[in-house]
């Protein structure tokens, strides 16, 4: 079965600080995607990234990375710098694969971990 | 562009009265979901549908009904509301696209909903 774990439920950092937001991921396939997405206290959900199994580099975009290990089943998102907009949950979910290729986007979410930036 | 609508924004119902939670897209596209979100546990999936006339159950199907007559509409039918279906809820849409690196899952607003 596939099962995402967010084991950090709740984290609070002071502006400027860099955090770690930790994804351990499970799954029985060998082509899965995995996902970000930010609820900020407006309650939307805004996408962040998604990354195919096969491509293992690390992304960055602006203050936002991420680190994806295969060998440890792990997808995990970095802030640095955070800042007082940055406070929201954030959720790592996981897709399957389609028999043809891409996502069915079926996701399954983690518990999400909630970033409380203080100024 | 709206995107993804959803409406009501909120709904109070009492406990055996029936309702539908509705969703529309306007991106034409083929994929469609429903998610709750409840405290502690993060989205899950209640019913799919990969196009029109083509509906699936996720992980939590039981009490709501679904259905896919066009492309733009995805419904979803509580029948008989009970306090269990408290919950915030979501509609998704994607593209069918197998090839776009950085394909997004489009969400609507959500519909806060309570059963009393």
């Known amino acids: 079965a596939q099962k995402v774990t967010q084991a950090q439920t709740e984290i609070s950092v002071v502006e400027k600080e860099d955090v770690t937001l930790d994804c351990v991921y499970e799954t029985r396939d060998t082509t899965y995607y995995l996902f970000w997405y930010k609820q900020p206290p407006s309650g939307e959900l805004v996408f962040l990234i998604r990354?195919?199994?096969?491509?293992?580099q690390n992304e960055i975009s602006g203050r936002y990375s991420w680190n994806f290990q295969k060998s440890t089943s792990s997808f995990n998102f970095t802030i640095t710098a955070s800042q007082v907009v940055d406070s929201a949950v954030y959720f790592c979910a996981l897709s399957e694969a389609r028999d043809y290729g891409g996502a069915t986007n079926k996701l399954i979410f983690g518990t999400g971990t909630l970033l409380a930036v203080q100024p | 562009n709206a995107g993804v609508t959803q409406t009501p924004k909120f709904q109070v119902l009492k406990t055996g009265q029936s309702m539908t939670l509705q969703c529309a897209q306007d991106?034409?596209?083929?994929?469609m979901s429903w998610y709750r979100q409840d405290p502690g546990m993060g989205l899950r999936l209640i019913h799919y549908s990969v196009g029109a006339g083509i509906t699936d159950q996720g992980e939590v199907p039981n009490g709501y009904n679904v259905s896919r007559s066009t492309t733009e509409d995805f419904p979803l039918r509580l029948l008989s509301a009970a306090p269990s279906q408290t919950s915030v809820y979501f509609c998704?849409?994607?593209?069918?696209?197998?090839?776009?690196?950085?394909?997004?899952?489009?969400f609507g607003s959500g519909t806060q909903l309570s059963v009393l």
């Open positions: 998704a849409s994607s593209y069918s696209t197998d090839t776009a690196t950085n394909e997004k899952l489009f």
């Open positions: 990354r195919n199994s096969f491509d293992e």
């Open positions: 991106m034409n596209h083929e994929y």
